[in-house]
């Protein structure tokens, strides 16, 4: 069956220290990978996104991901954090397809330490 | 740029009492969803539309009925609230369904 594995449940790390959130997936072709980031009490809000192409992506607010089709991995990372990117994480996959269903991963909570 | 407009944004509801949440969209967007977000389980599917007129189950959608009469608005009903329906619920749309989901922020739904 089609799934998207998030191992950790919650990291913290200190503010200025490098991030990288792990995110696995299991899909008989290659899918189309996101990773979305949900602030406190707000929704979620796409950080960045991977069809085909250049495996390292760049996103929004600093992150960037890499795909790796051998370790199945869409890995997210930031060379440097800040206290503002306290959040959860959220990994998702879709088939690229006719069955284009999205599937989530759980998420990451991530804290940040001053 | 609105996005995508969840109405409304608290509700408190007792156990029986029947509500509509409302979602708006003004991207122009196919496809719509309704998810809710519980502690521990990520984001579950309730419903979706792939269109105008158009509704498909998603994978928890017992108790919950929807609505695609124009294409701009989506409707999540509640016709018996039950206390296992507390939880915070979040639409989304999209171009279609390989393209990233844009999210409105949310109602948070209390069932007492």
């Excluded at chain 1, 997936?25 to 189309?32: D, F, K, N």
């Excluded at chain 1, 979620?44 to 996103?59: A, N």
């Excluded at chain 2, 984001?43 to 994978?59: F, M, N, P, Q």
């Excluded at chain 2, 919950?64 to 701009?72: D, F």
């Amino acid at each position: 069956a089609q799934s998207v594995t998030q191992p950790d449940i919650h990291i913290t790390v200190s503010e200025g220290a490098s991030l990288e959130l792990r995110c696995n997936y299991s899909y008989g072709a290659t899918p189309y990978l996101f990773w979305y980031v949900q602030s406190p009490g707000q929704g979620l809000q796409l950080l960045l996104k991977y069809f085909s192409g250049d495996t390292l992506v760049q996103g929004i607010k600093g992150f960037e991901a890499e795909f790796k089709r051998s370790q199945s991995s869409f890995n997210l990372r930031k060379p440097s954090v800040h206290w503002s990117d306290a959040a959860e994480y959220f990994c998702a996959a879709v088939n690229a397809g006719n069955n284009r269903k999205l599937i989530w991963g759980l998420g990451t909570s991530l804290a940040v330490n001053p | 740029n609105a996005g995508v407009t969840q109405t409304p944004k608290f509700r408190v509801l007792k156990t029986g009492q029947s509500m509509t949440l409302l979602c708006a969209q003004d991207m122009n967007h196919e496809y719509m969803y309704w998810y809710r977000q519980d502690p521990g389980m990520g984001l579950r599917l309730i419903h979706y539309s792939v269109g105008e007129g158009t509704t498909a189950k998603g994978e928890v959608p017992d108790g919950y009925n929807v609505s695609r009469l124009k294409k701009q608005n989506f409707l999540l009903g509640l016709e018996s609230a039950a206390p296992s329906q507390t939880s915070v619920y979040f639409c989304a749309s999209s171009m279609e369904g390989s393209q990233p989901q844009h999210f409105g922020d949310g109602t948070r739904l209390s069932i007492l």
